[in-house]
């Protein structure tokens, strides 16, 4: 146990009543429309961080099956009738792998349980989540549009055309798999674009199993392609390839600024996802009891493993130690426990050595002079990788506590005298993800929400997401956005047409002098 711990009146661990059943998962890469294994013959295990059981094996991928994949969707985008399909012929294949993910939702879902740690409860709602950002695509395969000038003389009329922009590699993280596959995938497919993705070696079976839908969705060979395997030798690629057009990236802002570097350097155009360190920032007239449950909700849903988690709060001085004693009673409660038991609000930790990464934050929060007030180490006696809900105050805004993404359940509290106060902190780091503000005071509430440099703000709310509304974030959080009408536009180039109606009279050099 960590020197840093206190559990006392922490809720006991929740058992599952049976062991997981599962039939193991064994996965090939996805090329050309077809199941391959590796060049090399390499495979990767996957067991369940809460369990212990083998869940998948996958295909280790070396630098040559990329290029495989690479050259199938060039192949595909140049020679192939995806990207001139009409956009409702799209829309249906779009459609139809929504109605494919939603008749396989419990399969996905104890896959994405078992591969994350996350609760079975939790998987299930992300995975039939995901349906409605493939309807939402689909919309967007229909009406997304271009531009028209008829105000540039009579004989001139400009047309400014959206065009795919080519093959796509995408890379996606372990913390929502499916979910942010579905953020990119049938966004870039609407567009029109082919497209390799790399999932998580931690978590790539349900990339994989979606791919038996999209082939039977009518997709054509070559337009999707999975590679699986470790970063380095299969993402790396997808940044460097002079077939690549576009790398759109989810995942740690260390390999993410490294990966926009080699891809920025071939002058791809490159879409970034990356860490946060997110507050809360909460005023003394606000509703607490929907407060402090937004505040657990925040910090503990997803183990903590969340982009968005709101890892920090940002509490008014008047109401700090209300506060604090107010989320510990409530930390104690959150429900931590077996992934398949119905009751488990939270699961595993995704890996050992995740847990180790998070207990390191801990304790250098504790040597820094942060106190834990609950939480803080292992949950003794289990064989999983269980995490107490972990509450540090005495955080002050130069600590590494406050600053750096712990991707862990651990909320940082720390104090401020005023509205301008508290947005220098909540500006006072790296990232700009998303933010928070808790007042029943509009006036406040704008101030703050102005203020923040963040790509989402709720207001009296948090964790919300709707398909309609762009996610991304500022600073070191990423580049661009994901979602919105805008999503599809992303993986577009513009093309403008001038076209000139009518003779054409005027002449640079005269024919007659
Ligand atoms: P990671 O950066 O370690 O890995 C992400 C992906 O990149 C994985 O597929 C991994 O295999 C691949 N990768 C790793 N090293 C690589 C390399 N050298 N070359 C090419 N590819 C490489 O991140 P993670 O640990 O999987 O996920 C956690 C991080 O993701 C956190 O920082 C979190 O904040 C971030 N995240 C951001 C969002 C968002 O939308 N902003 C969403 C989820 C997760």
Redesign the pocket.
């Known amino acids: 146990m960590s020197t840093a711990s206190i559990n006392t009146g922490l809720r006991p661990l929740l058992v599952a009543s049976s062991a997981p059943r599962i039939d193991v998962y064994h996965g090939q890469l996805f090329i050309e429309g077809e199941w391959r294994a590796a060049s090399s013959g390499g495979r990767i295990e996957r067991r369940s961080p809460a369990h212990g059981t083998l869940v998948s094996t996958y295909a280790a991928a070396a630098p040559e099956d990329v290029h495989a994949a690479i050259d199938a969707a060039h192949h595909a985008f140049r020679k192939g009738p995806w990207p001139k399909l009409k956009g409702a012929e799209r829309a249906r294949v779009l459609l139809a792998i929504a109605e494919g993910i939603r008749e396989n939702v419990d399969r996905l879902a104890l896959v994405e349980s078992l591969e994350s740690g996350k609760p079975l409860t939790q998987a299930r709602a992300e995975v039939s989540g995901c349906i409605d950002l493939w309807q939402y695509a689909a919309s967007l395969a229909r009406t997304t549009s271009g531009d028209t000038y008829d105000t540039l003389g009579e004989d001139m009329l400009g047309l400014v055309l959206r065009q795919p922009v080519g093959v796509v590699g995408l890379?996606?993280?372990?913390?929502?798999p499916l979910w942010?596959l579905s953020?990119k995938l049938p966004f870039a497919l609407a567009a029109g674009c082919t497209c390799i993705v790399?999932?998580?070696?931690?978590t790539s079976g349900t990339t994989l199993m979606l791919m038996d839908i999209v082939k039977a969705a009518g997709v054509p060979a070559g337009v999707v392609n999975v590679v699986t395997g470790?970063?380095?030798p299969?993402?790396?690629p997808?940044?460097e390839s002079p077939l690549v057009d576009m790398l759109s990236?989810?995942?740690?802002?260390?390999?993410?600024s490294?990966?926009a570097g080699l891809a920025s350097s071939k002058l791809k155009k490159v879409s970034l996802?990356?860490?946060?360190k997110n507050p809360q920032i909460v005023f003394p007239d606000c509703d607490w009891d929907a407060m402090i449950d937004a505040v657990v909700f925040g910090v503990y849903f997803n183990a903590g493993?969340?982009?968005?988690s709101g890892s920090r709060v940002l509490v008014h001085e008047s109401i700090a130690e209300r506060f604090a004693d107010a989320v510990v009673e409530r930390a104690k409660a959150v429900p931590v426990g077996d992934p398949l038991h119905p009751d488990a609000k939270v699961g595993a930790i995704v890996s050992e050595q995740?847990m180790r990464d998070i207990l390191a934050h801990i304790e250098h929060g504790v040597a820094a002079g942060a106190q834990v007030r609950v939480g803080g180490a292992r949950y003794e006696g289990a064989s999983g990788t269980y995490l107490q809900p972990t509450v540090l105050t005495g955080v002050t805004p130069e600590m590494s506590a406050a600053r750096d993404?712990i991707?862990g359940p651990v909320l940082s509290v720390i104090p401020f005298r005023d509205a301008q106060h508290a947005i220098e902190i909540a500006n006072d780091t790296a990232y700009g993800?998303s933010a928070a503000v808790w007042s029943r005071d509009i006036d406040t509430c704008l101030k703050v929400a102005r203020g923040v440099d963040a790509g989402t703000i709720w207001v009296n709310t948090f964790l919300d997401g709707y398909p309609e509304l762009p996610?991304?974030?500022f600073k070191a959080?990423?580049v661009g956005r994901?979602l919105g009408k805008q999503a599809v536009e992303d993986y577009t180039e513009t093309k403008t047409i001038q076209l000139h109606i009518g003779e054409r009279n005027s002449r640079w050099v005269p024919l007659k002098q």
């Open positions: 890379i996606t993280p372990w913390n929502f942010i953020q790399k999932p998580s070696e931690l470790l970063g380095a299969v993402g790396q997808l940044a990236f989810t995942g740690s802002t260390r390999v993410g490294m990966l996802e990356l860490g946060g493993e969340c982009c968005n995740q993404e991707f993800l996610f991304g974030g959080s990423g994901e």
